[in-house]
């Protein structure tokens, strides 16, 4: 058993975000040369999908405190 599991190590991956171990038939991606599940991906896509949405919600309070700061005379 422990031949098998030595033959098959090479068709392994290991996800570096979720540090979860499959075999090769489930679906990833290599970036520079770490491994990431499609799981993780999809997380990713979201969280960069909403970056910019998040981004302007900053500067809006960004905007807002500048002017609650002059109106007040800060």
């Keep these: 058993m422990e031949a098998y599991a030595e ?10 975000f979720c540090e979860n171990i499959s075999y090769k038939k489930v679906p990833g991606k ?3 040369n770490k491994w990431i599940c499609i799981n993780c991906l999809h997380q990713l896509k979201e969280i960069f999908e909403g970056l910019e949405r998040w981004e302007e919600e900053m500067a809006m309070g960004s905007k807002m405190q500048d002017q609650i700061d002059e109106n007040l005379g800060i």
Excluded: I, L, S
């Design 30 to 32: 290599e970036v520079g």
């Design 7 to 16: 033959h098959h190590t090479g068709k392994m991956n290991y996800c570096f």
